[in-house]
């Protein structure tokens, strides 16, 4: 081969492999169109993550350019994450109210507007304003994605979409620590540009996506011979937005809470009354509880992970960006074996599926972590590291699926907000408690952060601990959520003594 036609193999290899990729995900998406949907939505959660990760991979670099330490760090973090929690609750009310697709595509552009803010910022409270303000505008991503999906994908499958979705997210957080890391050690600043300029193409896409009816009933259908059109059940054999779960719960016979039935009607909700019905269903406080101890601990992990790496294995940066990447391709992986792991089960006839996958994740996650964070070898932490965090993203796809069961479709995008609000006040803590923790109470340095790490694996215990609670009470909330859906007014004739939930 001659050096002429060297580069023309190049682009037809190149072509080779994008179209061989297309291909896959149309068959395991459903077809084009609901590929499309998927790709747009995890790119939407996956710019977020990459901002967010950016901060951790870049926390030399702003503590020498701006100079700043540990605590500040993670107070920058702390801010945007609280922020977010407080403004998801007004975006979740318009994913419930408004045309979703239009508001995502315009909030996506004032991300990018706060991106380039936040590269040109002259000193430490400039860069947290910008910071607080795209906290704000980023808050949209949660209750609006989740509205979404449960509209334009059936049931039977949201987990194993869910897991697509959040593989977006975890390849954000990927190419922030590994590509705007990297960057950031040459500039900080050029690393948040790099992230600003996507975000406007972005929003251009999220503009033209079709808007899904409301209630489930705006499913995208599979294309004939995909993966979509063979999961998907028969026509006529399940009522028009019942999920799987809420057919299995009515077929044992499990009775729905009557305190849950007797609200109002989801769509005449105020804010207030929404609030009250979301926190009233006891399995959904298990999972925020559950989410916000592990999103704790993956916020101290995005933002001290790449020091923890270069100062625990004495690594240099390029090294301790590349650890994490492989680490995170365990974490893609988690979140695609987890989320059709789940639908698998609960299309078996086991209706608590989807909470058994994450519960058996989250305790797992736990055990794998402790050695990788003991050792010094980089080379024998990296098989821990792997299945740790796959572990532990693989509870995620099958418990946001197991949210839109046990919740009316018309509280989708308020039930999120709430849930997002509450693990969001945890996620902005963690920076900040991790950081405080290792530079006051183990004297900072790299005893400091491993010891800080090992303790707060606690959290991620607490978590796993809970989700084994929510067994008992999903089905009976599942039952509730799928009485109030069919007929919001309907008057129940409760037994004196009622079944208890049946596997």
Not at 182 to 201: E, G
């Given at each position: 081969?001659?050096?002429?036609?060297?580069p023309?193999?190049?682009?037809r290899?190149?072509?080779?492999?994008?179209?061989?990729?297309?291909?896959?995900?149309?068959?395991?998406l459903?077809?084009?169109?609901?590929?499309?949907?998927?790709?747009?939505l995890?790119?939407?959660?996956?710019?977020?993550?990459?901002d967010?990760?950016?901060?951790?991979?870049?926390?030399?670099?702003?503590?020498?350019?701006?100079?700043?330490?540990?605590?500040?760090?993670?107070?920058?973090?702390?801010?945007?994450?609280?922020?977010?929690?407080?403004?998801?609750?007004?975006?979740?009310?318009?994913?419930?109210?408004v045309?979703r697709?239009?508001?995502?595509?315009?909030?996506?552009?004032?991300?990018?507007?706060?991106?380039?803010?936040?590269?040109?910022?002259?000193?430490?409270?400039?860069?947290?304003?910008a910071?607080?303000?795209?906290?704000?505008?980023?808050?949209a991503?949660?209750?609006?994605?989740?509205?979404?999906i449960?509209?334009?994908?059936?049931?039977?499958?949201?987990?194993?979409?869910?897991?697509?979705?959040?593989?977006?997210?975890?390849?954000?957080?990927?190419?922030?620590?590994?590509?705007?890391?990297?960057?950031?050690?040459?500039s900080?600043?050029?690393?948040?540009?790099?992230?600003?300029?996507?975000?406007?193409?972005?929003?251009?896409?999220?503009?033209?996506?079709?808007?899904?009816?409301?209630?489930g009933?705006?499913?995208?259908?599979?294309?004939?011979?995909?993966?979509?059109?063979?999961?998907?059940?028969?026509a006529?054999?399940?009522?028009?937005?019942?999920?799987?779960?809420?057919?299995?719960?009515?077929?044992?016979?499990?009775?729905?809470?009557?305190?849950?039935?007797?609200h109002?009607?989801?769509?005449?909700?105020?804010?207030?009354?929404?609030?009250?019905?979301?926190?009233?269903?006891?399995t959904?406080?298990?999972?925020?509880?559950?989410?916000?101890?592990?999103?704790?601990?993956?916020?101290?992990?995005?933002?001290?992970?790449?020091?923890?790496a270069?100062?625990?294995?004495?690594?240099?940066?390029?090294?301790?960006?590349?650890?994490?990447?492989v680490?995170?391709?365990?974490?893609?992986?988690?979140?695609?074996?987890?989320?059709?792991?789940?639908?698998?089960?609960?299309?078996?006839?086991?209706?608590?599926?989807?909470?058994?996958?994450?519960?058996?994740?989250?305790?797992?996650?736990?055990?794998?972590?402790a050695?990788?964070?003991?050792?010094?070898?980089?080379l024998?932490?990296?098989?821990?590291?792997?299945?740790a965090?796959?572990?532990?993203?693989?509870?995620?796809?099958?418990?946001?699926?197991?949210?839109?069961?046990?919740?009316?479709?018309?509280?989708?995008?308020?039930?999120?907000?709430?849930?997002?609000?509450?693990?969001?006040?945890?996620?902005?803590?963690?920076?900040?408690?991790?950081?405080?923790?290792?530079?006051?109470?183990?004297?900072?340095?790299?005893?400091?952060?491993?010891?800080?790490?090992?303790?707060?694996?606690?959290?991620?215990?607490?978590?796993?601990?809970?989700?084994?609670?929510?067994?008992?009470?999903?089905?009976?909330?599942?039952?509730?959520?799928?009485?109030?859906?069919?007929?919001?007014?309907?008057?129940?004739?409760?037994?004196?003594?009622?079944?208890?939930?049946?596997?």
């Amino acid at each position: 081969m001659t050096e002429a036609e060297r580069p023309g193999l190049l682009r037809r290899a190149g072509r080779g492999l994008a179209g061989g990729t297309k291909r896959t995900l149309h068959r395991q998406l459903g077809g084009a169109q609901r590929a499309r949907v998927v790709v747009i939505l995890a790119c939407v959660l996956g710019l977020s993550a990459a901002d967010a990760s950016t901060v951790g991979a870049s926390a030399t670099e702003l503590r020498d350019g701006l100079h700043i330490s540990n605590t500040d760090i993670g107070l920058l973090v702390a801010v945007t994450s609280l922020v977010a929690a407080l403004a998801t609750l007004p975006f979740g009310v318009l994913a419930d109210r408004v045309r979703r697709t239009w508001v995502l595509g315009g909030v996506i552009v004032m991300w990018g507007a706060a991106m380039l803010w936040s590269a040109s910022v002259g000193d430490f409270g400039e860069l947290l304003l910008a910071r607080v303000f795209l906290g704000a505008v980023t808050a949209a991503a949660g209750p609006l994605v989740a509205s979404l999906i449960g509209d334009y994908f059936h049931p039977s499958e949201r987990g194993r979409i869910y897991g697509f979705i959040l593989a977006g997210e975890l390849l954000g957080a990927g190419f922030g620590f590994a590509v705007t890391g990297d960057i950031a050690t040459l500039s900080w600043r050029a690393a948040f540009v790099i992230l600003a300029l996507p975000a406007f193409v972005l929003a251009f896409l999220v503009f033209r996506l079709p808007e899904p009816a409301r209630g489930g009933r705006g499913v995208l259908v599979a294309e004939p011979g995909t993966r979509g059109a063979t999961e998907a059940p028969e026509a006529g054999e399940e009522e028009p937005g019942q999920t799987d779960a809420q057919r299995l719960a009515e077929e044992r016979g499990i009775v729905p809470d009557p305190e849950l039935t007797s609200h109002p009607d989801p769509q005449r909700m105020n804010l207030i009354e929404a609030v009250k019905h979301v926190l009233a269903v006891r399995t959904n406080l298990i999972l925020i509880g559950a989410s916000a101890c592990a999103y704790y601990f993956l916020a101290g992990v995005q933002t001290f992970g790449s020091q923890f790496a270069k100062q625990q294995y004495d690594i240099n940066q390029a090294l301790a960006n590349l650890l994490l990447l492989v680490v995170g391709i365990g974490a893609v992986g988690g979140v695609l074996l987890g989320g059709a792991l789940g639908d698998r089960l609960l299309r078996r006839g086991y209706l608590n599926g989807r909470i058994m996958v994450s519960a058996v994740a989250a305790l797992l996650a736990v055990a794998l972590f402790a050695p990788a964070l003991l050792t010094r070898s980089a080379l024998d932490a990296v098989p821990f590291l792997i299945f740790a965090v796959l572990f532990l993203s693989a509870q995620n796809p099958p418990l946001d699926a197991a949210r839109l069961d046990i919740m009316p479709p018309y509280l989708w995008g308020r039930a999120e907000a709430v849930r997002t609000f509450l693990r969001g006040i945890a996620q902005a803590l963690a920076p900040l408690l991790f950081g405080a923790v290792s530079d006051h109470v183990f004297g900072g340095g790299r005893s400091g952060l491993q010891w800080t790490f090992v303790v707060m694996l606690i959290p991620l215990l607490a978590s796993a601990y809970l989700l084994f609670k929510a067994l008992r009470t999903y089905p009976r909330d599942v039952a509730s959520a799928a009485a109030i859906s069919v007929e919001p007014r309907r008057t129940w004739d409760w037994p004196e003594e009622q079944p208890q939930p049946q596997e």
